[in-house]
């Protein structure tokens, strides 16, 4: 069974950095893309970018110059370190391979 799994969120300063980790089990993580998302309170799910098998990256242009990603195939897991952080980045982020979503985590920026 396919688990994905995100750590990392949490309350943050406006310009704070902040890294959110996606665990992967049940697959062969190393031949999957994955992908980051985010919703916000009262808006619909975006994308926020993927890293494919070779970790090339792709990123939005809206988030391309403050987050980034990356991934370990060793430990299963893909990163996405988010910095310079503004109020409107608040949301619930999400991974994604396949079909297959994790459960999210809160990112709140707040002074």
């Known amino acids: 069974q396919v688990q994905l799994v995100e750590s990392g969120g949490g309350l943050v300063q406006p310009g704070g950095s902040l890294r959110l980790s996606c665990t992967a089990s049940?697959?062969?993580?190393?031949?999957?893309?994955m992908g980051w998302y985010r919703q916000a309170p009262g808006q619909e799910r975006e994308w926020v970018g993927d890293i494919l098998r070779g970790g090339n990256t792709r990123l939005p242009n809206s988030v391309k110059d403050r987050f980034t990603i990356s991934r370990d195939n060793a430990k299963n897991t893909a990163y996405l370190q988010l910095n310079n952080l503004v109020p409107e980045d608040t949301a619930v982020y999400y991974c994604r391979t396949e079909g297959y979503w994790g459960q999210g985590t809160l990112v709140t920026v707040s002074s």
């Open positions: 049940g697959i062969l993580f190393s031949n999957y893309a």
